[in-house]
């Protein structure tokens, strides 16, 4: 693609869009960002493994997050008792040479529209997609507010509900519901608890597991999962109360280590909860001058915490498909080759992880203590060495 004078249209402005507008310019192109909410995303943490952020420093932003290294992970049985601790950050710094980090999502997103805004990159929120219109040489975005912006290529980084996706591919399969929902929580106040800082710590508990970070200023962030049926969401659970909500969970995690309780009171009663789809597969991510990343085009369940690190992989990796594929629908068809396969893995690692975790029956639950430590034991890293270590080489050009 001859990228002279070429402008990009980026729809949504999460991790993906700013990510991949500081990826385009660094090869010459223009781009301007067009969000749907009011704001950028304000809640939840990532982790980000050594695959991350070796292109988070290409990006220029890395030394610029407030992050806390990733130690460990360290998994309990329901009574408490530990199963087996993985040396995460210095098992990936061996391997790879990069190890991992705890990050903040709002500062994550902040640094990236930072960074891309310097660059020159126009970012505009309240302006959701309602229709895209092509034609010859041009693609033009539609927007719900009556204004329009036209464009040489259209990226949809919008998400697991992407409006580009719905516009460009409607006969597209939907998002899989995966019978759970993530309700998670910040505790702002200082508590007391046993648990080691800059660590994962996970619970496999009687009913489903509890997750929680505990960072080096003694923030906590901690998450749980409910089984719930789809139809039974909107009754059961998005519109109950947080006292509701409150005795729900401790109802949950009555006979699991204490911690979790203590966690879920100290609260305040203020939940995030999320209905958890994925996107096993789409048929193909793009058309003509379209094209699809991140969760837009292959969202997945948290289960391995990888959503973000491949949506950043994406970026990187779509930028220099455009920057050495003269023609454009073979720049996004190389991309798509480049990244299927390998994003698909991940989308079903991750969801056979979250099946694990969460089984309630007692037998099940046995064998799943049993295999985790013996799995844990062995090799903490090893059998996934695949994803971490690999890497986006920017120099190599893809032919």
């Known amino acids: 693609m001859e990228i002279k004078n070429k402008k990009a249209i980026i729809i949504g402005c999460g991790v993906a869009g700013p990510a991949l507008a500081i990826s385009l310019h660094r090869i010459g192109i223009d781009s301007k960002i067009y969000e749907s909410s009011k704001s950028s995303q304000s809640f939840g943490i990532l982790s980000l493994t050594s695959n991350c952020i070796e292109v988070l420093k290409l990006l220029d932003i890395y030394d610029q997050l407030h992050a806390d290294d990733s130690a460990k992970i360290i998994f309990y049985k329901q009574s408490g008792k530990k199963i087996a601790i993985i040396d995460f950050g210095n098992e990936l710094k061996k391997l790879n040479g990069e190890g991992a980090i705890i990050v903040k999502r709002e500062e994550l997103i902040q640094k990236l529209i930072e960074k891309s805004v310097s660059n020159g990159t126009t970012v505009e929120f309240g302006k959701k997609l309602v229709d ?27 998400g697991l509900r992407s409006n580009t996706r719905s516009i460009t591919f409607p006969d597209a399969p939907s998002p899989t519901y995966t019978d759970t929902v993530a309700v998670c929580a910040d505790i702002t106040e200082s508590i007391q608890h046993p648990w080691d800082t800059n660590a994962f710590h996970m619970i496999m508990g009687k009913q ?109 990796i779509l930028a220099k498909c455009i920057r050495d594929i003269p023609n454009l629908d073979s720049a996004f068809e190389k991309f798509e080759r480049l990244r299927k396969k390998r994003v698909e893995k991940i989308i079903k690692l991750a969801n056979q992880n979250g099946r694990m975790l969460a089984v309630s029956n007692p037998i099940k639950r046995m064998f799943r203590g049993i295999m985790l430590s013996m799995m844990l034991k062995r090799s903490s890293v090893g059998p996934m060495g695949w994803l971490f270590s690999y890497k986006v080489n920017w120099d190599e050009k893809i032919k």
């Open 132 to 158: 895209i219109i092509e034609s010859e040489n041009k693609v033009t975005a539609i927007f719900e507010d009556g204004t329009k912006e036209e464009g040489d290529f259209l990226i949809g980084c919008d």
């Open 208 to 316: 489903t597991y509890f997750g929680c970070t505990v960072l080096s200023d003694n923030r906590v962030t901690w998450w749980t999962y409910i089984p719930i049926k789809e139809e039974l969401i909107k009754k059961e659970l998005l519109t109950i109360s947080d006292k509701e909500m409150t005795k729900k969970l401790l109802e949950l995690h009555k006979d699991d280590y204490h911690v979790a309780s203590d966690f879920i009171k100290a609260s305040n009663e203020k939940y995030v909860k999320i209905p958890i789809y994925e996107i096993p597969h789409l048929p193909t991510w793009h058309k003509n001058s379209i094209c699809l990343i991140g969760d837009a085009a292959h969202a997945t369940s948290p289960h391995i915490g990888q959503g973000a690190s491949m949506a950043i992989e994406d970026t990187a």
